[in-house]
């Protein structure tokens, strides 16, 4: 496949397994990049990816931290409410919740955006993430967040400060 990449059409076709007398054409690259007449090139693609790939994974690791540490300071009863629905909502089959994204996309016109596969990613990775990271708040030392309400800070802010920071390491 390496070597197909450096081949001409006409090379690839007359001779696909051929390794000498090869005019190696490394226009084909630039071709890729660029996109064929009327299209669009690999360069949009990767901007697309980056932008699909920032927007999930950031949206769904901020809300995600933000609903799973909440959940952990509700009643038990509440608690016990927002981690069975997350359960239930890593069970559903993915093809159900197909028509009504698209519904909702096509109604904001935004079939065509990659901002809207990002938040796609967001509700379907949310439900795991919010799992994940609940069970890791639960055994957060609670002496922290006293301590930092005795500085004065409020539940955002020792989320913000406070949880957040540890969390990452």
């Given at each position: 496949i390496v070597l197909l990449a450096f081949k001409s059409n006409t090379d690839i076709y007359t001779d696909p397994l051929g390794l000498f007398d090869v005019d190696w054409y490394p226009q084909n690259f630039v071709d890729a990049w660029n996109g064929a007449p009327g299209g669009q090139g690999f360069a949009v693609y990767l901007i697309n990816s980056a932008i699909v790939t920032t927007v999930a994974i950031t949206g769904c690791l901020l809300i995600g931290a933000f609903t799973a540490y909440f959940a952990t300071l509700a009643s038990t009863r509440v608690r016990s409410m927002i981690v069975r629905l997350f359960l239930v909502a890593t069970t559903l089959p993915l093809i159900m919740l197909l028509i009504p994204y698209y519904s909702?996309?096509?109604?904001?016109?935004?079939?065509?955006?990659?901002?809207?596969?990002?938040?796609?990613?967001?509700?379907?990775?949310?439900?795991?993430c919010v799992l994940i990271l609940h069970s890791f708040y639960l055994g957060f030392p609670a002496e922290l967040a006293k301590a930092a309400a005795i500085d004065g800070l409020g539940r955002f802010q020792v989320f913000a400060k406070i949880v957040l920071p540890l969390s990452k390491g």
């Open positions: 909702a996309f096509n109604a904001l016109d935004l079939l065509g955006s990659p901002w809207a596969l990002g938040v796609l990613y967001i509700a379907l990775c949310l439900p795991t």
